[in-house]
């Protein structure tokens, strides 16, 4: 992996430790520690005709081994093909006490420059094809708290994950909307619902792909877009779906230093546009004469960036984007000059940057699912799952080294996974 990132051994070795102490003091308030994950890599990636290997940080048994699985399967139909929106982001602004809705709404709306002017607060963000690119008002009529209005401002946050771009922005143009509308500021803030801001994969795989020993390829297509059809029309089984989609997604955005928590309120926000939480996913069978495949696509708002935040100044994440080739040049070689600012490295990776990062994420989500569905439409989870589930109950039980699969192999013969019996097979 190293080789193939280009590694320099400085920086496998700072995969190895992570943050340190001082770094940790700096990200958060209060530290008493570190707190490190297993960061694997997903195999396998073919998206848009070039291979990935994809650093995901995770702590569930399984999820690595089952994305990789599901990607080597995806190959057999061309890879995931990917696409994005451009990165535009919400910022909300929340007018209270305002006398004459309609009147406020014209003003606002004629007031476009204007806003959008004040709204400019990122130099170098305007200097790189984004900033404000649009204002919108909407009516809430009947709150609990009465009428009010709400702008949203739209800002293109280019490679950044925008959080800050957008409520800097929505702060400074309160006042004037304030003085258009007559009314109060609130709240402002940025929607975490970045509808606006996409990612989606698709893959299209052949029913054979899924032949084995056991099954027949053209059942278990049906049953994975059986499988579909139950998450679109039942939320209880849909928060199980979207779950497993995020396994892999949480898993890249974490290893990445992007806010996953942001990215997972967007995804299931969006997940009930229609009034009904459902599926994130469409799977279904497509047929010609004989030949069956399965086609799958996940679409969802997806504000991820590749500067600024921990994107850059967690050591592991700088590496986890160079990894997938989406860090600037020499932006992690030691030794390569003075450090540049954000809107140089920007300017360099915009072509593959965030957008990128985002459609590969897409592109994990929708192949954690297609591992997902397809051990539930077939052999069920549990079987794959028990081998790494029965190491870990081994390691709690205080098994060490090769004590670990010794216990763990016995506790799967025998069917039993439980720490007791564990213990017991350690005494003896
Ligand atoms: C487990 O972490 C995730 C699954 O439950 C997802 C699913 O049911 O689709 C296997």
Known sequence: MSK????????????????GSEQ???????????YAL?????????????????PMAVEEPSVVAAVSAAALLAREGGGFSTGSTDPVMIAQIQLLDVVDSAK???????????????ADTSPSLTRLGGGPKGVEVRQLPDTPAGPMLIVHLLIDCRDAMGANAANTAAEAVAPLLEQLSGGRAGLRILSNLSDRRRAWAEVEIPAAAFDNDAYDGKDVVRGIAEANAFAFADSYRAATHNKGIFNGIDAVLLATGNDWRAVEAGAHAWAARDGQYRALTDWHVRACGKFESLFGRLELPMAVGIVGGATQSHPSARLALKILGLAAKNETEPG????RSDEE??????????????????AVGLAQNLA????????????????LHARQVA??????????ELVARQLVTEGKIRLERARELLQK
């Open 4 to 19: 193939w990132a280009a590694l320099t051994s400085e920086e496998t070795a700072v995969l190895a430790e992570s943050i």
């Open 104 to 118: 406020a709404m014209r003003m606002i709306l004629a007031s476009r420059e204007e806003i959008l002017d004040c």
């Open 395 to 404: 390691v709690a039980a205080g098994a060490e080294g090769e004590e670990v």
């Open 345 to 362: 490295v920007s300017a360099e990776t915009w072509h593959q940057g965030a957008r990128r990062l985002s459609e590969i994420v897409a």
């Open 336 to 339: 390569a000059g003075s450090r």
């Open 38 to 54: 297993p960061l694997g890599i997903g195999a396998n990636f073919l998206i848009d005709g070039r291979d990935y290997l994809i």
């Open 372 to 387: 997902a569905l397809r051990a539930l439409a077939t052999t069920g989870i549990q079987k794959g799952h028990m081998r």
């Open 24 to 34: 940790a003091d700096m990200m958060i308030e209060n530290v008493v520690g570190r």
